[in-house]
């Protein structure tokens, strides 16, 4: 096991299998940025399955427990299940993947098959109006829900996650919550993050976690309940009548810096120890230098033993201007 300068230890990895996407969600890929004539990744230059699979398991040497496929979209890299496939192989593993659901309706039951313990499907609104405006390319919210129903139709557990942003779908948190209420889907709502530099974040167009709560807590009433594990990003309630819980991401109003055990690997595969980096480490070139196995592990764990990122609590007018990397592109 490897921990950092804080005495914090490498639970998670995220990988981000592309940084394209099929949305251009208003507060991650804006299409003032992401329109025509942005440069995506080149296929040569994305780490490949092999590679992907190689680094896995140096990670899991280091710790690691947890693995989520994230992206841009990940749905949209060819043969996604096949990569689940190598990575289920490693054995042991959560195994999971955050996706913006409208490819799921063809692809869960390959994802299951594969060998992905659950996905979390994102989710803003249930309107349809205010869900093709968020996604801003006109998709149905209706196709979304098809996937969520196809995954769990393929065996998979769903977690649902629900951005909010002030004046955009605040008033969607009570209609999704109360949606999911009593289907054992968990919806989680993420407070608006200053992730990226593209997407204008203001801090007036947070919605406070502690509003969220209150405003499902006054339809369904909640109670608090224990985090299941140290590194938990939600806090969890519980509806009191048994219907089930919610969470809350509340990285701006409650930061939980101390806590995070989560590395992340973008598409290119450099590595990334915070959402906040500004520079990653250079995973590709070590891999591709024919490096062995101890080598690689050798070198993720000289970056973390000196880890001291802690940028969420830190944020500050300060920090606002700071130079770092979009969310497509590191992974959510
Ligand atoms: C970057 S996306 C990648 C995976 C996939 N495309 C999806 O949307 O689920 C991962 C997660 O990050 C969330 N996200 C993106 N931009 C965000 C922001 N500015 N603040 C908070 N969450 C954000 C998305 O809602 C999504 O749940
Ligand atoms: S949040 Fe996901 S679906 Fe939306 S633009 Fe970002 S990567 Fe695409």
């Known amino acids: 096991m490897v921990t950092d300068t804080f005495a914090r230890p490498l639970r998670d990895l995220r990988i981000s299998v592309t940084d394209r996407c099929n949305f251009r969600c208003v507060y991650c890929m804006p299409k003032e940025v992401f329109g025509r004539g942005y440069r995506f990744m080149d296929r040569r230059e994305l780490l490949t399955f092999e590679e992907l699979e190689r ?36 054995g042991g593993l959560d195994l999971t993947m955050t996706t913006n659901g409208a490819l799921l309706p063809q692809k869960a039951q390959a994802l299951a098959d594969a060998g992905l313990s659950r996905v979390t499907v994102s989710l803003d609104s249930l309107d349809d109006a205010v869900f ?10 209706a196709r979304v829900l098809e996937g969520i129903e196809a995954a769990a139709a393929a065996g998979l557990p769903v977690k649902v996650n629900a951005v909010v942003k002030r004046g955009v779908n605040e008033d969607e948190v009570v209609p999704l919550a109360r949606h999911f209420r009593g289907t054992g889907q968990v919806v989680r709502f993420i407070e608006y993050m200053d992730v990226g530099a593209t997407n204008g974040w203001r801090l007036d167009d947070v919605v406070p976690a502690a509003e969220i709560v209150a405003a499902v807590d006054a339809e369904f009433p909640l109670e608090p309940v224990e985090p299941a594990y140290r590194g938990e990003v939600a806090r969890r309630w519980r509806y009191r009548d048994g219907a089930g819980e919610i969470g809350v991401i509340a990285s701006v109003t409650q930061p939980f810096c101390g ?10 595969g450099r590595l990334y120890t915070c959402l906040f980096a500004v520079k990653g480490h250079d995973l590709r070139a070590l891999v591709r230098s024919g490096a062995s196995d101890e080598e690689l592990a050798a070198a993720i764990g000289s970056v973390w033993r000196v880890r001291a990122d802690r940028y969420s609590e830190l944020r500050s007018g300060r920090t606002a201007g700071l130079p770092r990397v979009e969310m497509s592109y590191i992974g959510g």
Do not use: H, Y
Request: glycine share 6%.
């Open 55 to 90: 680094l896995a398991r140096a990670f899991v040497a280091l710790g690691v427990e947890k693995v989520r496929i994230t992206g841009g979209e990940p749905l949209l890299r060819r043969d996604v299940e096949r990569l689940i496939e190598r990575l289920a192989a490693i």
């Open 132 to 141: 093709r405006a968020m996604n801003d390319v006109d998709f149905p919210v």
């Open 259 to 268: 806590d995070c055990t989560r590395a992340r690997i973008s598409a290119e």
